[in-house]
Nanobody, 127 residues
Framework: QVQLVESGGGLVQAGGSLRLSCAASGRTFSDYAMGWFRQAPGKEREFVAAISRSGTSTYYADFVKGRFTISRVNAENTVYLQMSGLKPEDTAVYYC????????????????????WGQGTQVTVSS
């Protein structure tokens, strides 16, 4: 079992920045590829960004490219999502997720591949 706890959400004005954190516990963090997803009210959950076990491979949804950066510090059991240039349409609950993987450099964009999820953190962007 892997436990994931997100933090760092909040209310920010359009154009502002936030950094989300996801702290993992329970298993060896570097055994897991990580992802960030989000769900806005009345919408399906969608992929935001993913990072490999190594931290050297990343993958982004088109709508966040150039604005968001995913990173991880395996020694700290933490994955981050740095968000800048925030827009009102980025308002959502953001979730981090973990996928056990034998591949050190692979990334995963499908939510059904992730076995472990955090409880989410609310991000609200005002116009």
């Amino acid at each position: 079992q892997v436990q994931l706890v997100e933090s760092g959400g909040g209310l920010v004005q359009a154009g502002g920045s936030l950094r989300l954190s996801c702290a993992a516990s329970g298993r060896t963090f570097s055994d897991y590829a990580m992802g960030w997803f989000r769900q806005a009210p009345g919408k399906e959950r969608e992929f935001v960004a993913a990072i490999s076990r190594s931290g050297t491979s990343t993958y982004y949804a088109d709508f966040v490219k150039g604005r968001f950066t995913i990173s991880r510090v395996n020694a700290e059991n933490t994955v981050y999502l740095q968000m800048s240039g925030l827009k009102p349409e980025d308002t959502a609950v953001y979730y981090c997720a973990a996928k056990g993987s034998e591949y050190y450099y692979s990334v995963y964009g499908n939510e059904y591949e992730y076995a472990y999820w955090g409880q989410g953190t609310q991000v609200t962007v005002s116009s």
